[in-house]
């Protein structure tokens, strides 16, 4: 692999879920990519597709789901080329970890936050070896160690008292933080966190974003952070993809994005945030069915640019400035005269 | 603003029993504990705070869902806590709790025609043309066409549901509507299309809101007047611009600290309130505050600051302030 390739890199990737009623849609022709060290977001409102890729790149898509082209491609390795087993033995879990939404939902009540870390590190540990069955008595204590040690960096108070309890006698913030600990135990290249922060109180967000933000600084792995916050991603992100209805919007550095998005849909987006001294405007119409999305851009019908060409065909991508990516026909290529807010 | 406020809430308090595996009493969950504050006729309050704040158990606690433990509520001029619930229903049908989803409510066998009559139905002595005209007035009020009147909420798209719900709580002419969380969950562009649809309401139809949410960008765009709450009481009451151009409280100033500011400088890069609120089963002595607080002393630990109104009008419950 050398050095300035990507550490993550989505081509053209389409995903389709298969329903009763018929075939959705869910991702068309996505593509991404991830530098190394990098913290990118994945922004867009319900049902734009960014849960759906995150769970492509991790390899757990739902079984009514179907890859039907495009390809992952994670350190120079083709994800979707793996066999099942490798994928979950060298991959998931190790080299690409999942900070999960909901952290009461993804722990076992009935055994201590102790217990599922030595779980978590009896399979993930850095230290154990591809096909190693046992796990020795002094592998066991290293990893209890660097549990621990985990622990306080992710600042919890009084880690070896913290490991007896059971997930219901934590806050919210806790268990969130017990979460990145386990995310990051596994020393992985790459952390997909979907959505960490938006079940929290704003002060336990400020609190866990500033704590992500260093630890992965600490420990050089990248991260995909999907999320419809766009202050959260303002706060955490290096970079931004914008999702519409599951096709990619615009990306760009995040300095760029929120002073001069060229996608109409990131124009409007911004403009519906909450401004002190401006009136707030929403976007017309609704998010498409994913059953019966729009030819063309699935954007056009709520689009005051829309045109013939949005009808008809998909745009490409098109960079109005190095390292900005819009896939609109008509993109504002202004500077905007005031920045979003 | 003139007269008597519209609705005014003094020293309400509101306790869950915490009890055992046997269903014996072990002690007293506070989840509202001596809050007074006061709406006037047409006046946005918000009222924000963090999880287990006591915020929600307030807007029910008015709306009567919930009976106060102590205290007095009064509305228009008359007392509603602790009514018998007969005749507390008379009173409070100018007073209109909406849930966070109004939409999720409607009856899904029903049309939405005979979901907005209900009301009138129930509360009223109209006639039947007289409920098809407010009906029709109500529907056109938050945009929706009349054809709606005959269709099931399953034929509607989720925001005209809302709308049919928003609809559904207007029917009653009510003066004040405790808005509980009405935007969480949304996403960005349907949110601001949902304020814009509160505002104009509120104007047309001088109607009060109480405004509960835990996004203070919404809540500091939309109110006339914010509460803080903290851990079941108010720590700061005041104007909306005052609160957020000088915060007072301790509190306040973390909380709006905490909010992301696009385009400004990263809270990320110099955050400083740390820890957690206690539990509210085993509050602290003093300020409930004085733990994650940085200019906490020896009194902010062992006595509880009362509200003193400052210069301003504002209302600030700190020692320090």
């Known amino acids: 692999m050398p050095p300035d390739a990507p550490l993550l890199d989505v081509a053209a990737l389409s995903v389709s879920f298969h329903a009763e009623s018929g075939v959705a849609r869910v991702l068309d022709e996505v593509s991404l990519s991830l530098r190394p060290g990098e913290i990118m977001g994945l922004v867009g409102e319900s049902g734009c597709g960014k849960t759906t890729l995150a769970r492509a790149v991790l390899g757990v898509l739902p079984p009514n789901a179907a890859i039907d082209r495009g390809r992952i491609v994670f350190a120079g390795e083709d994800l979707l080329a793996l066999s099942p087993s490798e994928a979950a033995s060298r991959i998931r879990g190790r080299a690409i970890t999942f900070i999960p939404q909901d952290p009461y939902g993804s722990f076992s009540p009935l055994f201590t936050v102790g217990d599922q870390l030595a779980e978590l590190m009896r399979w993930k540990s850095p230290e154990r070896q591809p096909g190693e069955g046992g796990y020795s008595r002094a592998r066991r204590q290293r990893d209890r160690e660097r549990a621990v040690a985990m622990l306080r960096a992710v600042q919890l108070p009084d880690p070896e008292r913290l490991i007896a309890k059971y997930p219901h006698e934590l806050s919210g913030g806790q268990r969130q933080r017990v979460m990145i600990a386990m995310a990051l135990l596994p020393e992985p290249k790459l952390v997909i966190a979907d959505e960490p922060t938006t079940a929290l109180d704003v002060t336990i967000q400020a609190q866990i974003l500033k704590l992500l933000r260093g630890l992965i600084a600490a420990h050089g792995a990248s991260v995909l952070f999907t999320t419809h916050d766009l202050g959260a991603a303002w706060e955490i992100c290096d970079r931004v993809t914008v999702m519409y209805a599951g096709q990619e919007a615009e990306t760009a550095a995040v300095a760029t994005f929120f002073t001069r998005p060229a996608h109409p849909y990131g124009r409007m987006l911004l403009d519906s945030l909450p401004t002190q001294g401006s009136a707030l405007r929403g976007i017309p119409g609704e998010v498409p069915n994913p059953f019966a999305p729009p030819s063309g851009c699935r954007f056009h019908p709520r689009c005051p640019r829309a045109a013939a060409d949005c009808v008809a065909i998909h745009p490409a991508a098109r960079a ?9 026909h008509h993109p504002y290529l202004d500077a905007r005269a005031e920045p979003a807010r | 603003m003139s007269g008597a406020p519209l609705l005014e809430l003094i020293g309400l308090a509101h306790a869950f029993p915490i009890r055992n595996a046997f269903g014996v009493r072990t002690g007293w969950h506070k989840a509202l504990d001596g809050v007074s504050l006061h709406v006037g006729e047409g006046e946005i309050l918000g009222v924000v705070g963090e999880s287990g704040c006591g915020k929600s158990t307030l807007g ?26 007969r005749a507390g229903a008379a009173l ?58 005959d269709l099931y909420p399953h034929e509607i798209s989720g925001g005209q549901q809302r709308r049919v719900g928003l609809a559904r709580v207007l029917m009653l002419r009510p003066s004040l509507i405790i808005l509980d969380e009405p935007t969480s969950g949304l996403d960005v562009s349907v949110q601001a299309t949902v304020l814009n649809l509160f505002a104009t309401l509120s104007k047309a139809h001088t109607l009060a809101y109480m405004f509960i949410s835990h996004d203070l960008s919404v809540v500091r765009l939309f109110s006339h007047r914010i509460a803080v709450m903290y851990l079941g009481r108010v720590a700061e ?27 400004g400088p990263r809270v990320t890069d110099h955050f400083k309130l740390e820890g957690e609120p206690p539990h509210p089963d085993a509050l602290p002595p003093g300020c409930r505050f004085a733990p994650r607080c940085p200019r906490a002393d020896a009194r902010c630990r062992s006595e509880d600051p009362q509200g003193r109104t400052l210069a301003d009008g504002r209302e600030v419950a700190c020692h320090h302030v």
């Open chain 2, 60 to 85: 029910k606690i008015i709306a009567g869902i919930l009976p106060p433990s102590a205290g007095s509520v009064r509305f228009e001029g008359n007392e509603i806590a602790d009514l018998p619930p």
């Open chain 1, 320 to 328: 109005p400035a190095i390292g900005h990516s819009v896939r609109c």
């Open chain 2, 92 to 149: 409070r049908s100018r007073l209109q709790y909406c849930y966070q989803d109004p939409g999720a409510s409607l009856d899904p066998r029903w049309k939405i025609g005979r979901a907005l009559e209900e009301p009138l139905v129930v509360h009223t002595k109209l006639s039947r043309a007289e409920r098809r005209r407010r009906v029709d007035a109500a529907l056109e009020a938050v945009g929706l066409p009349q054809a709606h009147l």
């Open chain 2, 237 to 263: 009451i005041g104007d909306t611009t005052q609160i957020f151009a000088d915060p007072k409280h301790p509190y306040t100033q973390s909380l709006l600290a905490a909010v992301p500011q696009i385009g």
